[in-house]
């Protein structure tokens, strides 16, 4: 299997290369040259397996240069770290299935992904005599999932900001009380844009970047998609009757539900996906009206999806303009000039085929979570609950509605207090992390000391 960029000026390479180029070096978002056709007995069989060996079946039609045992010995590795047993368990609440995708280390949907690629990047560093340094800003979510895939790890170290006082003391205390020395917090004095930006200043110092080998550990990195692809298959097997479906995302980068949109290519029956959105609605205008146009980002109670730029949504233009990658050029030019991208009313169309959307605000969010509850006993995290009530709204009656479940309510406890009037209790591993040493470094938002502090660690 060869991967090329959307954007269609890189030579095609293999699997190995495609992980460790992240972005691809033209700017574009790297895909496989062709996505494998799974025929219905192959499904049939495939809804039956175990989730790791579901894992490896689907990973290893994409990661066809590594050896097959050492796949499957990194794949278990990966999904080793997960609570559950089903590692992504599937239950059905008031008419809709929930696919529980928080049981990893730091409870949301985020392991799944960051958890093979720590460690497909220590197999690859390791057999190309390379270390990396991660460099990376969080708001929250990504952070301490990113350093939960790497601790411990060789030839890695990770580096990652976040705004100090400004992330919820749970997020903070998950990503601060990781001691492993190849781990390093830094609390900024400043807001998350302040991290992002001295971020983004020390990748374009492009000697210090390869110097240093800086990596990063963001949503455009195609083996992220790739071990997201899985739990389409695994919930799709796990339903009574294997039928079409309709999968609830709630979405910010795009991420998730492109992959849901790989699994469709593939051949599992998809419906619809649906496109679930907070007050941050960019890409439900886009699949309601083919309206593409840059806003302001606003707060919401589901921060992870408080994004305007949606740097996945670029994978899934490659398909809907037929793989034509000076279409894309054209389209992401035309944004950058003019804040917007324009679709013909047959691309509209076609989107409208593939999705349905709905966006939800902070007050329906809070009203699903108190309402699901009441009638389910089942607690929603904020996330969670905007594809429930996507789901409610615009996929109400259908039999096989699968919604996904990216965090667990315990990790946004304000938002579920403010919904049902208590807090939700807090898993163990929670409920510890207050009475845990912890290590952060505090510093001004100077790019210089972030800098000189990555030398004196790295
Ligand atoms: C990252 C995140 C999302 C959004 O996923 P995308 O792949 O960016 O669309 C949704 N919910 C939670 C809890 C997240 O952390």
Redesign the pocket.
Known sequence: MKYISTRGKIEPIGFKDAVMMGLATDGGLILPESIPQIGRETLAAWAKLPYRELAFNVISLFATDIPKEDLKALIDRSYATFEHQETTPVVKKDGVYILELFHGPTF???DVALQLLGNLFEYLLKERGEKMNILGATSG??GSAAIAGVRGKDNINIFILHPHLKTSPIQALQMTTVLDDNVHNVAVKGTFDDCQDIVKQLFNDLEFKKEYSLGAVN?INWARVLAQVVYYFYAWGRLPEQESVVFS?????????FAGYVAKRMGLPVEKLLLATNENNILTRFVAKGDYSLGEVVQTV?P??D?QL?S?LERYLYYLFNENPARVREAFAELQKSGKIVFSEAEVKRVQEEFLTCSVDEQMTLETIASFNKETGYLL?P?TAVGVRGALECAKGHPRVICLA??HPAKFGDAVEKAIGTPPPLPPALAALAGKESRCEIMEADREKVKRFVQGNA
Do not use: E, R
Request: charged share 15%; aromatic share 8%.
């Open positions: 949301a949907f985020k979510d990504t949503s995302v709630p979405t910010g980068n795009f991420g998730d539900i589901s992870s999806m994004i949606a996945n995290d996330h990216t965090a």
